[in-house]
């Protein structure tokens, strides 16, 4: 099985900055994208920022300019920095792989969801 570990939420300030990993681990052949979804309460969730193939990333209108998606390929890590955050931002953060890994025996590709992590930007 693969697991996802995020880390880095917190509450901050209006205009402040955070910065959100997730680290992957398990039975791992290849990570082929990686991103970050939240979802705030009433809300559905929604992506914040995806990266594939290692440089191709795509934002949310909402935060282009504002956050950056980068990967460690090496470490099957991604991060998510936020700056100029706004009370809107506020949400739980998930991270999201797709993972080609073993699922029952197969060589097959999964997705794989974080546990979330809170984010909470006061006005």
């Known amino acids: 099985q693969v697991q996802l570990v995020e880390s880095g939420g917190g509450l901050v300030q ?6 959100l990993s997730c680290a992957a681990s398990g039975i791992i052949f290849s990570i082929n994208a990686m991103g970050w979804y939240r979802q705030a309460p009433g809300k559905q969730r929604e992506l914040v920022a995806g990266i594939a193939g290692g440089s191709s990333t795509d934002y949310a209108d909402s935060v282009k300019g504002r956050f950056t ?6 470490k099957n890590l991604v991060y998510l920095q936020m700056n100029s955050l706004k009370p809107e931002d506020s949400a739980v953060y998930y991270c999201h792989a797709r993972v080609r890994t073993l699922a029952r025996g197969i060589n097959t590709e ?10 909470t930007v006061s006005s």
């Open 110 to 119: 999964v997705n794989f969801w974080g546990q979330g992590t809170q984010v």
């Open 69 to 74: 998606i980068s990967r460690d390929s090496t």
């Open 14 to 19: 209006a205009g402040g900055s955070l910065r």
